[in-house]
Antibody, heavy 121, light 107 residues
Framework: QITLKESGPTLVKPTQALTLTCTFS??????????VGWIRQPPGKALEWLAL???????RYSPSLQSRLTVTKDTSKNQVVLRMTNMDPVDTATYYC?????????????WGQGTLVTVSS | DIQMTQSPSTLSASVGDRVTITCRAS??????LAWYQQKPGKAPKLLIY???NLERGVPSRFSGSGSGTEFTLTISSLQPDDFATYYC?????????FGGGTKVEIK
């Protein structure tokens, strides 16, 4: 049974950096083909893909946000960390992490519950 | 970047109706498309992957079709539990884009 859960601050000030942790179980990011993605959703708006990290430490980022994003993994802790710099009120959103199904492109088959991050002074 | 355009953005329908949602890609993505259902306050749920493959546990009234740049999600007979927002998602060369969503409302 695969589960994921996001954790991190609920409130961030403008210009600060955001660090979110995705803690997962039911798979290992040291297994060939595995991956974890980050997606966000501003209130009342559509989903927006942010980043992906794979078992081999390959990383992919949204082109529009690439300069502000860093994703890393800690295989021993079953965790993936997303860091986003220079936060702005428009970055207020629910942030999700999701499991990428092996051998199926980047189908996201299991999702965390999401964590709402508000950017405000 | 590959852009995904969903239509309509809102759809009003009744229980029992056949519903079709369209997703168009700005360039060919072969069959690398997934569909998700999202209800308010909940994470998205995978319905269809690789354009036409039904996820395990998803009712058979859901189906997906298409390839290249045009895709459809069809609900053959809308049920009360199906009122939700639906998103398409492309994955091509490890780049991901979501469509803008289609909200299916009660008529």
């Amino acid at each position: 049974q695969i589960t994921l859960k996001e954790s991190g601050p609920t409130l961030v000030k403008p210009t600060q950096a955001l660090t979110l942790t995705c803690t997962f179980s039911g798979f290992s990011l040291s297994t060939s083909g595995e991956g974890v993605g980050w997606i966000r959703q501003p209130p009342g708006k559509a989903l927006e893909w942010l980043a992906l990290i794979f078992w081999d430490d390959d990383k992919r980022y949204s082109p529009s946000l690439q300069s502000r994003l860093t994703v890393t993994k800690d295989t021993s802790k079953n965790q993936v960390v997303l860091r986003m710099t220079n936060m702005d009120p428009v970055d207020t959103a629910t942030y999700y992490c999701a499991h990428r199904r092996r051998s199926s492109g980047t189908t996201l088959d299991y999702w965390g519950q999401g964590t709402l991050v508000t950017v405000s002074s | 970047d590959i852009q995904m355009t969903q239509s309509p953005s809102t759809l009003s329908a009744s229980v029992g109706d056949r519903v079709t949602i369209t997703c168009r890609a700005s360039q060919s993505i072969s069959s690398w498309l997934a569909w998700y259902q999202q209800k308010p306050g909940k994470a998205p749920k995978l319905l269809i992957y690789k354009a036409s493959n039904l996820e395990r546990g998803v009712p058979s009234r859901f189906s997906g079709s298409g390839s290249g740049t045009e895709f459809t999600l069809t609900i053959s007979s809308l049920q009360p539990d199906d009122f939700a927002t639906y998103y398409c998602q492309q994955y091509n060369s490890y780049s991901v884009t979501f469509g803008g969503g289609t909200k299916v409302e009660i008529k």
